[in-house]
């Protein structure tokens, strides 16, 4: 289930680190959530007449959620997982050596040594 509602199995996000791809820094996403709060909070209690009971607070709760979710996705929220492709610096060497030994000129790995006759 985690797979299909988040693309990507949940071991890769125990490997990556969780970045936000926003130029503007966090604190004014914290900034901007606390102000939203205040004025949901702020329209409930003006208009607490209407509504009774634990009303008001369910729906202060709801919609300050919304809006710090929706502030939170203003932030591109990403996942960055640093992997290397596997054996590719193997196959990468393999294909250096196998690159040197079809060539006609064989590759210098040491010096030569000196000829005794």
């Known amino acids: 289930m985690f797979e299909i509602l988040f693309k990507y199995p949940a071991s890769l996000f125990h490997k990556g680190q969780f970045v936000l791809l926003t130029p503007w820094p966090v604190w004014v996403l914290v900034i901007g959530i606390l102000a939203v709060a205040g004025a949901m909070f702020w329209n409930v209690r003006r208009s607490h007449g209407m509504l009774s009971g634990a009303r008001p607070i369910a729906i202060w709760i709801l919609q300050t959620c919304l809006m ?4 939170f996705l203003l932030w591109h929220p990403a996942l960055s997982v640093a992997t290397l492709r596997p054996n590719r610096t193997w196959w ?3 294909s250096t050596i196998r690159a040197a030994c079809r060539s ?3 590759p210098v ?9």
């Open 104 to 106: 006609k000129t064989r």
């Open 68 to 71: 710090a979710l929706i502030l």
């Open 92 to 94: 990468r060497f393999c």
């Open 109 to 117: 790995l040491a010096k030569p040594r000196p000829r005794t006759y």
